[in-house]
């Protein structure tokens, strides 16, 4: 499917931007958008294109962005195919074409003197299964405990996060998850905890595992009324009215 990013094209320059890929085209995608994205004055319109794994699919793709090319589009087109004959139909056609990854397996290979396997989607593998279940699973535990949604094996909790709303707890929840498989759940201070000096019941057990997140009053009130306009702006265009109070 195709995408055109940003809308405005009346005055920017065009570009048809392919990611082709012989597996599920996630990594040609991925690195194509990291690199177009420090291009940010030019409009491209993109097709992600994966599972070309053969020489009539490629065909199919090259007459694509042929004809991309004779209505003007320049076509850009990121690869990760590994088939060399997939790769020479998809070269013939009139574009830029960027390899993304061939000529790193190939410095690889001479690196480790060993050639790469040939088998289809190897980018696509996981380095380390373990590690990755285990980040999957932080995750899972991270959305389930979210702002204090759930005390479901919050014994289980590596580290418990605890501040006022809009304080950055749900980014910093997700990051240590993905990137550390930690489990990390978040509690959220309001104005009936406040009482006494003391955590809050549900996360008072576990007082060695909690982590307060500090930020300045100022911050605090910028991010809310900022956080306030968006949702007031959300409901006038919804055609809800006027919001209930300033």
Known sequence: MAETTPSDTTTRTVRAAYFVS??????AETLGNALLANFPGLVFVKHTVPFVDAVDTATTVAGQIAQDAANGLEPLVFTTAKNPAVRTVLT?????HIDLLSG???EL???LGTPPSEQLGQFHTLGDATEYFARMRAVEYAIEHDDGQSSRALDLADVIIVAPSRCGKTPTTMYLALQYGLLVANYPLTDDDFPTDELPPLIRPYAARCFGLTTTPLRLSQVRHERLARAWLRRFLAGRGEPDSA
């Open 22 to 27: 012989d597996s599920t085209g996630i990594t």
């Open 92 to 96: 013939s056609a009139p574009a830029t």
């Open 104 to 106: 790193h397996l190939s």
């Open 109 to 111: 290979a001479e690196a």
